[in-house]
């Protein structure tokens, strides 16, 4: 059993995720990565793995319902076809696959932190779940308490083809090692992913010019989004403040300090020579941070959900969605998850990618959420790796062609945001996803009371707590590479 990985980090990140559920670099190129062209008649890029008999064999995965937090879909199983896009696609891959190796592919939900089955099952030795989906936050854990296999000695995995998100393994390796993955199977990741929704109402109203337009011209940045909510905020009431009830060019709250930062291409994690990470502050870093700060306390044009919740995280979460909804916010940064919440919602909207921090920055980026997240990680108690490793590759291939399609062509564009362009939108900002938040050892939590205090003074806050974030980190890594 590998060394325990204490208690600190954790509890840490895991405060930081549950106290606001909406929170809930490699170059990869900004165009989009379409569908319709990654597979065609023409070419073949399929797994090539032969077609084994296993007997009826029971393929067991662990997962998270997302279909409990106002989804539409499960992400493994469904019993039947129902005329659900997503359902009926999540159907035919796994009875496609089923059949090809005589398996039968079965769902067991949990909660989302609640793996104990799963936990009791290693330590007992026992082969009761072949793979297991958690969130990444939780599946950095079982990696350091040893209930996880290497996943790229796993056979048939292949991370460079185009089903897999090839920076989740390469991203949060130690020392070479990498203990889990993400592809096109992890709905619940697309849905954790932090972007921009806009109210098109409100853009006719104002003026604002093809927000699509500077997307694709790469001058979507933080200035501009500023200057265009400048135009936007209007004390509704005539009460001489604003308040929950008067309207803003953005919404945000304190989980900004990661959406924006990690938007804003920066990262805080770097590596040497071994992939050893190591806490790599820059100063472009606590500049941007420190303008965030001071923006969203002193402009109007700006709504903090935390502050106007008077520290009830529900009711700030109800008072930005609320505002978006009526036509009195333009810009709501908000994780995917909540299209599927806005279905009912009178007023077209769309999406946007996060800002760059200036228009020197060459792509766009976004993350998954650490606790609303999903991954692909292997017990060690797993058996048969060639039967794993197909199965896995096969699910994954199979959801590049029939699920991935489905949620950001039918559920996405039709259903939510309805129009053409948020669906290319969408497949940019999935195409560039950054894992730094990974292996970040709760630096951005800690300026998360900064920012709902107006305190810029980020480095002095940081430097008193630098030496917990160092040893934090070195404790994970010990913890990775370091036998009992």
């Given at each position: 059993m590998k060394k325990q990985l204490l208690t600190f980090l954790f509890a840490a990140l895991l405060l930081a995720s549950c106290s606001d559920p909406d929170e809930t670099i490699s170059e990869i190129q900004t165009e989009a990565r379409p569908q319709t062209e990654t597979i065609t008649e023409n070419t073949d890029i399929s797994p090539q793995i032969p077609a084994v008999d296993y007997n009826g064999y029971e393929f067991t995965i662990l997962t998270t319902d997302i279909a409990e937090n106002e989804t539409a879909y499960h992400e493994v199983f469904c019993e039947e076809q129902n005329g659900e896009p997503v359902n009926d696609a999540v159907?035919?891959?796994?009875t496609t696959v089923g059949d090809k190796y005589n398996i039968v592919i079965k769902g067991i939900y949990t909660g989302l932190f609640d793996y104990s089955t799963f936990t009791k099952a290693v330590s007992a030795g026992d082969d009761v779940y072949d793979i297991i989906m958690p969130n990444q936050m939780s599946?950095?854990?079982?990696?350091?308490?040893?209930?996880?296999q290497?996943?790229?000695?796993?056979?048939?995995?292949?991370?460079?083809?185009?089903?897999?998100?090839?920076?989740?393994v390469k991203e949060t390796s130690?020392?070479?090692?990498?203990?889990?993955?993400?592809?096109?199977?992890?709905l619940a990741s697309w849905e954790s992913t932090p972007v921009i929704f806009y109210n098109k109402s409100m853009a006719a109203n104002y003026d604002v010019s093809n927000l699509y337009s500077l997307v694709y011209d790469g001058k979507w940045t933080y200035d501009t989004m500023l200057k265009i909510c400048s135009e936007v905020s209007t004390d509704l009431n005539g009460n001489g403040k604003y308040d929950e009830n008067d309207a803003y060019g953005l919404a945000l709250n304190s989980f900004s300090v990661y959406t924006m930062t990690y938007g804003g291409g920066f990262r805080l994690v770097s590596r040497d020579?071994?992939?050893?990470?190591?806490?790599?502050?820059?100063e472009g870093f606590i500049s941007f941070l420190q303008r965030h700060i001071n923006e969203c306390n002193n402009n109007t044009s700006?709504?903090?959900?935390?502050?106007?919740?008077?520290?009830d995280v529900l009711k700030g979460v109800a008072i930005r969605k609320t505002a978006f909804q009526e036509n009195r916010v333009l810009f709501y940064n908000e994780m995917l998850t909540m299209a599927s919440m806005l279905r009912d919602m009178e007023t077209d909207f769309g999406?946007?990618?996060?800002?760059?921090?200036?228009?020197?920055?060459?792509?766009?980026?976004?993350?998954?959420?650490?606790?609303?997240?999903?991954?692909?990680?292997?017990?060690?108690?797993?058996?048969e790796p060639e039967r794993l490793g197909a199965v896995i590759e096969d699910m994954q291939y199979q959801s590049h062609l029939l699920v991935r399609p489905a949620y950001l062509n039918t559920t996405v564009k039709n259903k939510t945001m309805r129009d053409e362009e948020s669906e290319q939108m969408l497949d940019m900002i999935l195409s560039n996803i950054i894992?730094?938040?990974?292996?970040?050892?709760?630096?951005?939590?800690?300026?998360?009371?900064?920012?709902n205090k107006a305190n810029d003074n980020i480095v002095s806050a940081l430097e008193k707590q630098m030496k917990t974030f160092e040893k934090n980190l070195q404790e994970y890594i010990d913890a990775l590479l370091t036998d009992e």
């Open positions: 159907y035919l891959r796994n599946a950095v854990q079982y990696a350091c308490n040893g209930y996880l290497e996943i790229t000695s796993i056979p048939h995995l292949d991370f460079s083809k185009p089903w897999w998100l090839e920076n989740s130690v020392g070479g090692t990498s203990y889990f993955a993400i592809g096109d199977m992890n020579n071994n992939d050893i990470p190591q806490i790599d502050l820059s700006i709504m903090n959900g935390d502050l106007l919740g008077n520290g999406v946007l990618p996060m800002p760059k921090s200036d228009e020197a920055q060459q792509q766009y980026y976004s993350f998954f959420h650490k606790s609303n997240s999903s991954t692909i990680a292997v017990p060690v108690t797993s058996v894992f730094d938040v990974v292996l970040e050892p709760g630096i951005l939590d800690a300026c998360r009371p900064l920012f």
